[in-house]
């Protein structure tokens, strides 16, 4: 995929928006509309290439289309093939995902019946769409999954993925607790269950990764600083090889038990670190706002192992 922008003539952008029902496509065709995109929905795939052609012809803006199991002609193995064929475009597909648990919640909260479901719970639906998308998923350029996002959130990533053409990739670094599942969009993971637990110190139990005095506690473990240099050198040399493979979106995930202290520390600091070294970093805490529980905690450092 060219790198190059539309300025000068350049090809505009294409962005296929599919993945499963109930994951935020009207949210991402509206925010792209928002941010001067052309968007349509549910095109059936036969008018695809007339439809991109016929825009080509009116403007040269970036234009989305959304497509998902319910659309005409819908087929998984041939759409990225068709896709990638539109000649004059720069084509790019986005595959939104999110867990079945989320999805059938979203479903039961807006009294909505999925597509593919019929007469059986939303779950049954659930599954045969993300068995039907599932090459699709596979031959995306990016997911997004919006399990943990809410619409501005969402809306707020789309406007770092797709307002303006870039040199490098967008980079996130995200922190996670490992005792509410591991992060399910990184690209890169870095365990820091190895430092000294903030959570077992009474005066920093209530305070988040985000006080400097947790920060503080966490870079008086000898361990700490010759751990965050070694992953900021690994990542200086990565990310500019993943942006020369064509890889336009990358999250970096620490974890720790509760996702609250030692993850969220060392995501604030290896932001910063790239920051300074010249690559725009986002931060996103996904497990900040959970409730401190000795009962997902490590083991308490006097009681051992």
Not at 16 to 42: H, I, P, Q, R, Y
Not at 58 to 79: N, T, Y
Not at 193 to 207: D, G
Request: proline share 6%; charged share 30%.
């Amino acid at each position: 995929m060219s790198k190059e922008g539309q300025a000068g003539g350049q090809s505009p952008r294409l962005l296929l928006v599919t993945g499963m029902s109930g994951a935020g496509k009207s949210t991402v065709l509206d925010t792209l509309e928002d941010m001067g995109w052309d968007c349509v929905d549910n095109l059936p795939v036969g008018l695809l290439k007339e439809f991109a052609k016929a825009e080509e012809g009116v403007a040269r803006k970036p234009i989305a289309v959304g497509m998902d199991a319910r659309s005409r002609g819908f087929d998984a193995e041939k759409l990225p093939e068709i896709v990638r064929s539109m000649a004059g475009f720069r084509p790019e597909i986005l595959y939104l995902d999110c867990s079945g648990a989320e999805l059938a919640r979203r479903f039961d909260e807006t009294r909505r019946r999925h597509p593919l479901a019929g007469d059986r719970p939303a779950e049954d639906g659930i599954a045969r769409e993300r068995g039907i998308t599932a090459q699709l998923r596979t031959a995306a350029d990016s997911i997004l999954d919006t399990t943990d996002l809410t619409p501005a959130e969402l809306r707020e990533e789309l406007r770092r993925r797709y307002g303006e053409d870039r040199d490098q990739p967008v980079i996130t670094i995200a922190s996670f607790g490992y005792s509410r599942g591991v992060s399910r969009t990184a690209d890169l993971m870095f365990d820091m269950r190895f430092i000294a637990n903030p959570h077992w110190v009474e005066e920093l139990r209530p305070q988040t990764g985000l006080d400097p005095a947790v920060q503080d506690y966490c870079a008086e473990d000898p361990a700490w600083g010759q751990a965050m240099g070694h992953i900021e050198a690994l990542l200086k040399d990565l990310i500019p090889r993943y942006w020369a493979a064509g890889k336009t979106y990358l999250t970096v995930a620490f974890g720790c038990t509760g996702g609250r202290h030692r993850s969220v520390a060392a995501a604030v600091e290896m932001a910063g670190r790239l920051r300074e070294a010249g690559f725009p970093a986002n931060i996103r805490h996904r497990d900040l706002a959970s409730t401190p529980s000795d009962s997902v905690e490590d083991i308490r450092p006097d009681k051992g192992e």
